[in-house]
């Protein structure tokens, strides 16, 4: 590696988006296998989207933006907010299509446009107002769409607009998801389609008794401040209900104790009719139900319960052709969680079922893992059982239809997606990406108790040659591994800390994803716990590598990863020596109910686990530098978190550092702040652990 570029590396993770553009992604897989739609920018550096066909071996592009847009407005739903946060793109950011991926519909400026797989131009369909998540019906003559908060449906062809579900209050919508179902549970949409076209299944959220936030630009004080509803852990949830609504306008509600069961957490509607998951408030009951579209009575297909919290899967609950149910459950006498078909166990005892990808007759595609640190690609059908499909180290997905399947890998090497079709040699979809100007090189480290971590050194570092502070670098939480063998933007970034003179530390503790057990040991406590598991698989990877200097060791890391960099200074001053905290959640009281009650309860009922797991009211512990980061428009970790322990620590006389950063939501979006962000952190980090410059500055 030619550790000269180093210093290009910053600039570079922000003009491509930490690596993402250029890569294919959002693949659609024809039920034939015969056309694969996906999403590309046109370059490294691009971050314009563009739609693809891959089809007989050759790619062509099916919709370019800029030839389309003709500047109307842009709708401003908190939707469309989430989908341009998390993808940090531009043009077609999402689409879906009929049935036979023959057809594809997508939202731009505001527009509705679709276009056909058969070379003709894209096409706008009319719309009554800026259009938020297009969907096309699965016969391919209508799309249902949300502008305003109602539900329209159009002809794909032309003619009238239909109004479905139009709001009966001022704080109701149809056809969107409330705030913790897209944040926390999976759940993206609030409108699915019947599998004949003539009907839809559509979520009402009635928001007026949640609380209301209100987010203002303090670099902006013209500006109004935006109003959301945001219910934190113990306050009242959104009032979800369903509906199937025909397209002459029949509504029928779909009765289910909402009482018991508030939270709407899986819809789908198969050809067996509608499928519900319903969750109750304190997580430990989930219900299956099979709903009659005509009456909207439900009958429960299965009831599943957890001590602890039952896990929503991606993908269930499902059904295979012939009607059996699919579920991925807790088994709890061999702590595994099991694909289940109709009750009955198909995968083996530790193989952890993390998703359900698609259903194709009675072939079951998932994700699982045999070991934590990966994720493989699995099929199961009756018969045969199962099979691994993916072969190298790393983390894979896939979409299939047919023989085809696209395969979607990060490993060591990179990102790739490959196409694989019976009897065709295999091809991949081309990658458009940079390739990065740092090569990471970790040490896999089996720590003790499950620990497991990745060491990054510097690559001119040679073993006994000096002392090296450490930093480590951990997310930490529920829900992601950071050390896994895989090139992904993180490990890229532990290796430019690294090359700058630090042995950079990833260690994923408890309850990062793994076996039932693992992912609940941090019950009631999310502070302590994690704090614990980073100085235990810092000693043990200190042990094994001498030249790791224990008496320097900071700690970064964001959201929740920012979290317990903070709790590492306040809590264990004695190991760590500074911390960078970006978007701490400081005040558990202060995040969503969903998230947070999961593994804390309900705050009414035990305070205590809130107390815990904050960091509001350790201010006076601070004794060690201490540098927050916040994006003052963040309304998902909101900046009140960050000033009011900054607040804390002024009254407590303990000096720190706060950088705010405007107009940036919880990911910091603009390409000069991201870039500059990490130059900011590297000197704040070398000024207080003592570090020297690497010998090829």
């Not at 180290?393 to 896939?398: D, E, L, R, V």
């Not at 001119?460 to 063998?485: K, Q, S, T």
């Not at 090359?499 to 990833?506: I, R, S, Y």
């Not at 405007?662 to 652990?689: K, Q, T, V, Y």
């Amino acid at each position: 590696m030619n550790v000269n570029r180093a210093p290009e590396f910053p600039r570079q993770l922000a003009r491509t988006r930490k690596f993402t553009l250029g890569l294919p992604h959002a693949v659609t897989v024809s039920p034939d296998g015969e056309r694969v739609l996906f999403l590309r920018t046109g370059s490294g550096a691009d971050p314009v989207a563009r739609l693809w066909l891959y089809q007989e071996g050759a790619e062509r592009e099916l919709a370019d933006p800029a030839g389309l847009a003709r500047g109307g407005a842009e709708p401003v739903a908190e939707r469309v907010r989430r989908e341009r946060a998390r993808t940090r793109t531009a043009g077609v950011t999402s689409y879906t299509t009929d049935s036979a991926v023959r057809l594809a519909v997508f939202a731009l400026g505001g527009e509705l446009w679709a276009v056909r797989t058969d070379g003709s131009a894209p096409f706008r369909v009319p719309a009554a107002g800026p259009a938020v998540d297009p969907r096309l019906s699965p016969d391919g003559r209508h799309v249902a769409y949300v502008t305003g908060g109602a539900l329209h449906v159009v002809p794909v062809a032309g003619g009238g607009d239909l109004l479905l579900a139009a709001p009966d209050g001022p704080d109701v919508t149809y056809g969107l998801p409330e705030h913790v179902a897209a944040e926390s549970m999976h759940r993206s949409r609030g409108h699915w389609w019947a599998p004949d076209g003539h009907a839809l299944l559509v979520a009402r959220v009635d928001e007026t008794d949640v609380q209301r936030w209100h987010l203002a630009d303090p670099a902006d004080p013209a500006a109004e401040p935006r109003t959301v509803r945001y219910p934190t852990a113990g306050t009242t949830n959104a009032d979800v209900s369903l509906y199937v609504v025909t397209l002459d306008g029949r509504r029928t509600e779909v009765a289910w104790d909402r009482t018991a069961y508030e939270y709407l957490a899986t819809v789908r509607w198969d050809a067996h009719g509608p499928l519900l998951g319903v969750q109750s408030r304190d997580q430990r009951t989930l219900l299956t139900l099979a709903a009659d579209p005509g009456t909207g009575a439900t009958r429960v297909l299965a009831e599943t319960r957890d001590a602890h919290w039952t896990r929503l899967v991606p993908g269930t609950p499902a059904r295979t052709a012939s009607g059996a149910l699919l579920q991925v459950t807790n088994d709890t006498a061999t702590d595994t969680y099991r694909l289940v078909r109709d009750g009955e166990p198909v995968t083996p005892a530790g193989l952890q079922v993390r998703a359900v990808l698609g259903v194709t007759g009675e072939r079951v595609l998932f994700t699982a893992a045999e070991d934590p640190t990966q994720r493989h690609v699995w099929a199961y059908e009756p018969g045969p059982g199962c099979t691994r499909l993916s072969d190298e180290a790393g983390h894979h997905t896939a979409t299939a239809g047919g023989a085809t399947t696209v395969l979607e890998s990060v490993t060591p090497a990179g990102s790739a997606a490959h196409v694989l079709a019976s009897g065709r040699p295999g091809a991949a979809l081309a990658s458009l990406a940079e390739e990065p100007v740092l090569r990471p090189g970790p040490l896999h480290l089996d720590g003790p108790d499950g620990l497991r971590a990745n060491l990054f050194l510097p690559s001119w570092h040679r073993p006994g040659g000096g002392r090296l502070p450490v930093l480590l670098d951990p997310y930490g939480g529920p829900g992601l591994r950071l050390a896994v063998p895989a090139r992904g933007w993180w490990t890229l970034v532990s290796q430019w800390f690294a090359e700058q003179g630090f042995a950079v530390l990833v260690t994923d503790g408890r309850a990062t994803p793994g076996a039932p057990s693992w992912e609940r040991m941090s019950t009631g406590d999310k502070r302590d716990t994690a704090v614990a598991d980073q100085v235990q698989g810092l000693h043990a990877a200190a042990a094994g590598h001498p030249d790791l200097d224990l008496d320097r060791v900071g700690i970064r890391g964001w959201s929740f990863g920012g979290f317990l960099a903070a709790a590492a200074v306040l809590t264990r001053p004695d190991v760590f020596h500074a911390a960078v905290a970006g978007a701490p959640v400081t005040d558990a009281r202060l995040y969503d109910t969903h998230y947070q009650e999961r593994f804390l309860g309900h705050p009414a009922k035990h305070p205590e686990h809130y107390d815990r797991s904050s960091l509001v009211g350790l201010g006076h512990r601070l004794r060690r530098p201490l540098l927050l980061v916040h994006g003052l428009a963040d309304d998902n970790v909101v900046a009140a978190h960050t000033l009011r322990l900054s607040a804390e620590l002024l009254a407590a006389g303990r000096p720190h550092s706060v950088l705010p950063v405007p107009g940036a939501s919880h990911m910091i979006s603009d390409d000069a702040i991201a870039e500059n962000l990490l130059w900011f952190e590297l000197a704040f980090l070398r000024r207080e652990l003592n570090a020297d410059p690497p010998p090829y500055v």
